[in-house]
């Protein structure tokens, strides 16, 4: 099976930062990483600028890639979408594969959208609708369903109430996100087993944030689950600013790291993403989350047949 790598820094990892990025700084950043041979990059989210600020640039940052040349062929772009108003920016300036979801968590889907899980389903559902018969591609996902910093544990028939919907609305492309990083190896594979049960044609994705150290054990335990999406951010930027301990995403840079080494994707150039997050660390100053941009990588030694 092949794993697919989808970047999220320049959204679920710059949401976070109070120090503004420039645009010309993200359009560098986003340059970079499609250079190295990721798959998936998530370039913003349509959202109110007052809430995010950091956000504010998505549109521009999508139109800048229209232009002839500017984009590999091979890299999708994505932006992820809370509402209709969302989904009408994105089709206007280019996004190629949309990303939306649903909390398991009723506290956590008030404070990131403002409505139940049930509203917000029907409502997710039918822009997911809208996104496909448009010719785009949709991930739909359940945010908080590991557990959730407000309400503590979810039951995971909660989870797959929703995924089951997702499946009969025919939206195939499930994404789990563990918003408040309570996943536990076991989980994962008990979660994504479940849901390849339900529908062994479903497109899994796993967002898994390291706020409690178990990001990559977590990811090991969706590749044994037959995920093929798996969704970091460059530096282990990010995290969920409505959630009540945030903590940073899965590093990508450690991520492809442990893909080389267990003979996995080494056309992705793991020093091209290094180099990236050593550029992020230097914009904000600080040291990141990351442990290859520090430690530096082993260097992919093809195995002998």
Known sequence: MSILVHEVGLRDGLQMETQTVPTEQ???????????????????????????????????????????GRKPANVVLAGLVLNEKGLERGMACGVEMFCMGVSASETHSQK??????????????????QTVDAGKRAQVSVQSAFGCGYEGYVPPERILQIVRKFLDAGLKNISLADTAGHATPERVYEMFNAILQLDPTAECTCHF??????????????????VKYYESSVAGLGGCPFTKVAGGNVCTEDLVHYLHRIGMRPEIKLDV??????????????????????????PYTAPVH
């Not at 178990?214 to 037959?226: D, V």
């Open 26 to 68: 993200k359009i560098a950043w986003a340059d970079a990483l499609m250079a190295s041979g990721i798959d998936i990059l998530q370039l913003g989210s349509f959202v109110h600028p007052t809430k995010v600020p950091q956000m504010a640039d998505t549109d521009a940052l999508f139109q800048h890639y229209q232009a002839p």
């Open 112 to 129: 990131n959208t403002g409505m139940s899980i049930g509203d917000a389903t029907k409502r997710i559902i039918a822009i997911a609708k």
């Open 209 to 226: 944030h390291n706020t409690y150290g178990l990001g990559l054990a977590n990811c090991y335990a969706a590749m044994k689950a037959g």
């Open 273 to 298: 993403i290094i180099q990236t997050a050593s550029d992020v660390a230097r914009f904000f100053g600080r040291e990141m989350p990351g442990m290859v941009y520090k430690s530096g990588a082993i």
